[in-house]
């Protein structure tokens, strides 16, 4: 089992910045492919970024490229958001996701999921 846990989301005006942490226990983190997805109110969940287990690949949503950093610190086991330049269009519950196979752009292919955390951006 993994344990994970999101922190970090806020109000932030819109072109602010926020940092997302995502902390994970209970299994071998740097074996863990992880994601970070968002889910807005009405909405289906969509991907947003994914890194490999030894953050040598990442992966983002054309919507979130060129202002989004997925990092990992495996010492730590923590991955990280950094999320830039926010738009209004980026409110939503941000979900961290791992799982020890691979990393991918559905939600189906996680098995762990965080609890979320609320990211507001006002214009």
């Known amino acids: 089992q993994v344990q994970l846990v999101e922190s970090g989301g806020g109000l932030v005006q819109a072109g602010g910045s926020l940092r997302l942490s995502c902390a994970a226990s209970g299994r071998t983190f740097g074996r863990l492919a992880m994601g970070w997805f968002r889910q807005a109110p009405g909405k289906e969940r969509e991907f947003v970024t994914a890194?490999?287990?030894?953050?040598?690949?990442?992966y983002y949503a054309d919507s979130v490229k060129g202002r989004f950093t997925i990092s990992r610190d495996n010492a730590k086991n923590t991955v990280y958001l950094q999320m830039n330049s926010l738009k209004p269009e980026d409110t939503a519950v941000y979900y961290c996701?791992?799982?020890?196979?691979?990393?991918?752009?559905?939600?189906?292919?996680?098995?762990?999921w965080g609890q979320g955390t609320q990211v507001t951006v006002s214009s």
């Open positions: 996701a791992a799982d020890p196979l691979d990393y991918g752009s559905s939600p189906s292919e996680y098995r762990y």
């Open positions: 890194i490999t287990w030894s953050g040598g690949i990442t």
